[in-house]
C-alpha cells in the first residue's frame, strides 16, 4: 500500500472534488496539449503559404500545455499561485501571437518593425504585470496601470494602427476577416487578464475573493486556443477557394 500512495504523490497532483483552480489547471492542460496535435496535423490540408501560421498555432498551445504541466503540479503541491511559470508561458506565447499577426499581413506588405512594435507593447504589459504579482505587489496598481499601456499599444495596433490599415488594404477577405477576429480576441479575450490581476490583493477586486488563477486559466484557454481556431479557419477558406479556381 506504501508504494501505491507514493506512486499517487507523485503521479496524480492531489486534485480534491470541488476545487475548481484545479480542475482548470487539468482541463487547461489537456485542452492545449490537444489543441496542439490538431493544429499540427490540420497543417497538412492548408495551401504552402499558410502552413507557418498553423506552425505557430500549434506552438502557442504546446508551449502553454507545458506550462500547465508543470504550474497544475505545483498548484496541487503547494495551493500556490504558479506565477513564475505563468509569466514565462506568457512571454513565450504572447509574441507568437504577434507573430500571428505579421504572418498574416506579411504578403501584402506588412512590416517586421510592425511585429516588433507589438512584441514590444507586449513586454512593456508583461514585465509590468510580473512585477506587480511578484517583486513589487505594494504598488500592484501603479504597475497595473503601466502594464495596461502596454496592453492599449497593441489594442491601437490591431484597430487603427499599421496591422488594421495593411489587412484593409489586402486583397483577401480571409486576411481581412481573420485580423478582425484576432483584434477582437485582443478587444474581449484578453481583457479577463487584467480582472484576474485586480483580484490581487490590495488591488480593486480584492474583496471578491475570485481566484486569480481561474481567471487566467479560462482567458488562456480561450485566447490561446481562440486564436489558434481563427487563424486556422481562415486558412481552410483560403484553401478552398484556391482549389476551386485552380
Ligand atoms: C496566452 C496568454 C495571453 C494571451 C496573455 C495575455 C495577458 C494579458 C493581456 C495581461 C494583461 C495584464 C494587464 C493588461 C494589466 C495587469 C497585468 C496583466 C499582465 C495581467
Known sequence: MESVSY????LAANLQPGDAVGFTFFTGYMSMLAASIFFLVERSQVDAKWK???????????????????MRDLYLETGES?????????????PLMCVEFYLLIKPFG?????????????????VAGYVGEAIDPSNTILWG??????????????????????????????????????R??????????????????????????WNLDLIYNI???INKIGFGLVVYSAAMTATAKSKATA
Open 184 to 209: 477582437n480576441f485582443v478587444i474581449v479575450g484578453w481583457a479577463i487578464y487584467p480582472i484576474g490581476y485586480m483580484c490581487m490583493e490590495g488591488n480593486l477586486l480584492a474583496s471578491t475573493g
Open 7 to 10: 506512486l499517487s504523490s507523485i
Open 219 to 221: 482567458a488562456d484557454a
Open 82 to 94: 504558479p506565477t513564475q511559470y505563468r509569466y514565462i508561458d506568457w512571454t513565450l506565447t504572447v
Open 145 to 182: 496601470v503601466i502594464s495596461t499601456a502596454g496592453y492599449l499599444g497593441i489594442v491601437y495596433e490591431a484597430t487603427m494602427g499599421d496591422v488594421k490599415k495593411v489587412a484593409d488594404a489586402s486583397s483577401s477577405p480571409e486576411v481581412v476577416g481573420a485580423v478582425r477576429l484576432l
Open 52 to 70: 507557418t501560421s498553423l506552425l505557430v498555432s500549434s506552438l502557442i498551445t504546446f508551449i502553454a500545455a507545458v506550462h500547465y504541466f508543470y
Open 110 to 126: 506588412g512590416k517586421v518593425s510592425t511585429m516588433w512594435k507589438l512584441i514590444a507593447y507586449s513586454v512593456v504589459m508583461l
